[in-house]
């Protein structure tokens, strides 16, 4: 297999990219935010009005504009920001649960 002027200078160890240059802890730590954020959200669906939290997915997960929400809806726009407003509230207070019980 011909090499490259590069890689025939460049020994194959030298060559792999070092784990210590990854940040396995930022990685860690965004992946570890990502699931309790799902696991936060899957609880509070199950306590909310559905219609409400179609609202919040749509505007805040989705990250579609509160306008286009309420009407492809057929909502006020009051109804997606008061439906943003409740259950962000209701996320920030499962967050910490599951931390406290996870911790």
């Known amino acids: 297999m011909p090499h490259s002027e590069d890689t025939a200078r460049t ?3 030298d060559r792999i990219p070092d784990p210590a240059g ?3 802890d930022a990685v ?3 992946e570890w935010e990502k699931n309790l954020l799902e696991a936060a959200a899957e609880r509070v669906k199950r ?3 559905p219609e409400q939290y179609q609202l919040f997915d749509f505007h805040v997960l989705k990250q579609w ?3 286009k929400v309420a009407r492809k809806l057929g909502v006020s726009l009051g ?3 008061f439906a943003k407003y409740k259950i962000s509230k209701l996320m920030k ?3 910490k649960k599951l931390e406290r ?3």
């Open 93 to 95: 207070k499962e967050v």
């Open 11 to 13: 020994s194959t160890v």
């Open 79 to 81: 109804k997606v920001y």
């Open 22 to 24: 990854l940040n396995l």
């Open 101 to 103: 019980q996870l911790v």
């Open 47 to 49: 306590q909310v009005d």
């Open 28 to 30: 860690w730590s965004d």
């Open 65 to 67: 504009p509160a306008k």
